[in-house]
């Protein structure tokens, strides 16, 4: 039973650039939610996808979007990328009316912006 | 962003102490979880707590969620080596999917 997954692993991008990072939720799970880890913090929610909407969203700008497909899994987009979008991205998926089943999160994203 | 208040930021101690972290926030959460996460992985769930008074363990691990409902701790009994890592409280409201998560404590072992 395949937990959390989440690609690519690492990623270096340039300033201005723009970044599409994917996640497959756990088996089971239909709701995805994606937050941002900055070196030596707690991670911070960006936003959460459920059927295909995004049903809550961070303290985060516009330049942060997603999406969610049929099949579950998500993508984190980033545009016009500053070098403060350097972090660990990781995605937890669960179910979204039992919430209280758990919250899994994958092995993240580590994106350099240089 | 919205954090919780997580103490102590940082312990360093000898195999087969006991460890307790804590968490406070100014908010009110229906939900508290402690997680541990390892370098290069995501965080892994500990411990949840559902109910204000709670009091829940998991092998050498125990939580409480507090009467209160803005805070809650976690003990560790008779650390080993394995148990280096970050832990990390999280809260979370009701009617929603958001957690917060407190700043992380690090935890050293000394064999």
């Known amino acids: 039973d395949a937990g959390v997954t989440q690609s690519p692993t690492h990623l270096i991008k340039t300033r201005g650039q723009q970044v599409t990072l994917r996640c497959s939720p756990k088996?089971?799970?239909?709701?995805v939610s994606w937050y941002q880890q900055a070196l030596g913090q707690g991670p911070q929610f960006i936003f959460q996808y459920y059927e295909e909407e995004e049903r809550q969203r961070g303290n985060f700008p516009d330049r942060f979007s997603g999406h969610q497909f049929p099949n579950y899994s998500s993508e984190l987009n980033v545009n016009a990328l500053l070098l403060g979008d350097s972090a660990l991205y990781l995605c937890?998926?669960?179910?979204?009316?039992?919430?209280?089943?758990?919250?899994?999160f994958g092995s993240g994203t580590r994106l350099t912006v240089v | 962003g919205q954090q919780l208040n997580q103490s102590p930021q940082s312990m360093f101690i000898q195999e087969g102490e006991d460890v307790s972290m804590n968490c406070t926030s100014s908010?009110?959460?229906?939900?508290w979880l402690w997680y541990k996460q390892d370098p290069g992985e995501g965080p892994v769930l500990l411990i949840a707590?559902?109910?204000?008074?709670e009091l829940t363990s998991n092998g050498r691990l125990t939580a409480q969620f507090g009467i209160t409902r803005k805070d809650s701790f976690l003990n560790i009994s008779a650390s080993i080596p394995s148990d280096v890592g970050i832990y990390f409280c999280?809260?979370?409201?009701?009617?929603?999917?958001?957690?917060?998560f407190g700043q992380g404590t690090t935890l050293q072992v000394k064999p």
């Open positions: 999280a809260g979370r409201s009701s009617n929603t999917g958001k957690l917060i």
């Open positions: 937890a998926s669960s179910l979204f009316l039992q919430p209280n089943y758990g919250y899994t």
């Open positions: 707590l559902y109910k204000a008074g």
């Open positions: 908010s009110i959460f229906n939900t």
């Open positions: 088996s089971g799970h239909d709701t």
